[in-house]
């Protein structure tokens, strides 16, 4: 079914964020004319290798980094692996101590309660009830062993931006590794890694418009690290397998438009957010804003309805034509409420009422305005049916953080 413009409307660019054109025409002569081999002496290998080599510049110059500090892998949660065991097997020693925090990616936390099984040591740092971290937690976790800091520039489900500046500075006073998965952050807030004392991020080709199946880990020079792929010594022997050219040559141009429309996108976006949240709270009673209220990304808007599941919210909103999220795309499919909305201090039923609405370039006024005259119905009618209805709203004890109408 359609929107009443009879045009699907996408609010999940959490999730992924649709391919450009000018993406999908970078990548095509990859697809078949140039589809060499990167690492073949021939003009059609020297042609692939020159779409990777431009693609790496691409990045780079996003982040400000050197090239040769860009290693290509198949997305985000690789890059993540890598960062994680790869530093943590560098010591050879199985029983080092890993910082990381409650709301990471599972790509984070996954690895670390790996690595946990084989006997490393995991200290998750709790976050308050708007998702940030204290730095202070972070030092006062450090001891003589820990061999990596893993904290997310900005969380996944809520959007929240952490405070990564000021514990890349404590990790560096200690001489620790710190690693940011930044796969929701890049292409959504200036990174200057010049200037940032980050060793290791994580960025995700298709959360910023580039195809998926490929991403990169930026890797300080000098960073002790292991690869988790061995084999024929590709990107520098951290990473084997041949490389994903027309991915790389996507990723690249994906890149390039961020690096160019960033500012604008950023500030539309921002106002498109701010103004569908007011509109939300306003017109819906029992409404709450999950996250901080100021720091966090620009498209994100998360909300919490009493008494209804998130669930039945996104599958009303998509008979109407729009796509939105109950939190990670990730969980999507377990009933095990989010993990994020658990460790800032939300009850069950709280975190299930929960609605993830990412916005992005593509998205108007117009858009905004049909989701908003549609929502409050849908969470009328899921009321109307809940069982839960009629009782004290959930959200009297929901934290500080919560805004409520
Ligand atoms: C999407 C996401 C990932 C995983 O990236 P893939 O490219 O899908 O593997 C990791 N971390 C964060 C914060 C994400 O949002």
New binding site residues.
């Given amino acids: 079914m359609s929107a009443g413009h009879g045009k699907r409307i996408y609010f999940d660019h959490?999730?992924?964020a649709p391919m450009l054109p000018e993406v999908v025409e970078a990548m095509s002569p990859y697809f078949s004319e140039k589809s060499g081999n990167a690492s073949s002496i021939h003009s059609f290998g020297r042609e692939a290798r020159k779409a990777v080599d431009e693609g790496r510049e691409s990045l780079a110059k996003l982040l400000n980094a050197d090239p040769s500090e860009i290693v290509f892998t198949?997305?985000?949660?690789?890059?993540?692996n890598l960062a994680v065991k790869g530093t943590a097997m560098h010591g050879r020693r199985a029983d080092g101590h890993i910082i990381t925090s409650a709301v990471?990616?599972?790509?984070?936390l996954e690895p670390c309660a790996y690595l946990e099984g084989l006997g490393f040591q995991v200290t998750r740092i709790p976050v308050s009830s708007e998702a940030l971290i204290d730095p202070e937690a972070v030092r006062d976790a450090i001891r003589d062993d820990t061999v990596l800091i893993s904290i997310?520039?900005?969380?996944?489900e809520v959007g929240t931006m952490q405070p990564v500046e000021e514990i890349g500075r404590i990790a560096k006073d200690s001489g620790i590794p710190f690693h940011t998965?930044?796969?929701?952050?890049v292409s959504k807030v200036p990174i200057d890694l010049d200037r940032l004392d980050v060793d290791l991020l994580?960025i995700?080709?298709?959360?910023m418009h580039g195809p998926?199946?490929?991403?990169a880990l930026f890797v300080r020079k000098g960073t002790g690290i292991d690869p988790i792929l061995h084999g024929g010594g590709h990107e520098g022997g951290l990473r084997s397998s041949t490389e994903n050219v027309p991915g790389i040559a996507g990723f690249g141009k994906a890149a390039e438009i961020a690096r160019r429309d960033m500012g604008e996108v950023s500030d539309r976006m921002r106002g498109l957010r701010d103004n569908l949240v007011k509109e939300v709270l306003d017109e819906i009673p029992n409404s709450y804003l999950n996250g901080h209220p100021t720091k966090r990304l620009a498209g994100n808007a998360h909300f919490r309805f009493d008494f209804i599941e998130g669930e039945g919210l996104v599958l009303g909103l998509d008979m109407l034509g729009i796509a939105t999220s109950t939190g990670?795309?990730?969980s999507t499919g377990s009933l095990e409420p989010s993990h994020v909305l658990l460790a800032m201090g939300l009850r069950h039923e709280q975190a299930h009422g929960s609605l993830r609405v990412t916005l992005g370039r593509e998205n108007n006024h117009e858009e905004a305005g049909y989701f908003i005259d549609v929502l409050p119905g849908v969470v009328s009618k899921l009321r109307e049916i809940s069982p839960f209805s009629g009782h004290t709203p959930l959200g009297s004890d929901g934290g500080d953080a919560s805004v409520q109408r």
């Fill in positions: 959490g999730a992924t198949s997305g985000g949660t690789e890059s993540d990471e990616h599972p790509a984070v997310m520039m900005a969380n996944s998965d930044a796969v929701q952050a994580s995700s080709s298709h959360k998926k199946g490929i991403g990670s795309a990730c």
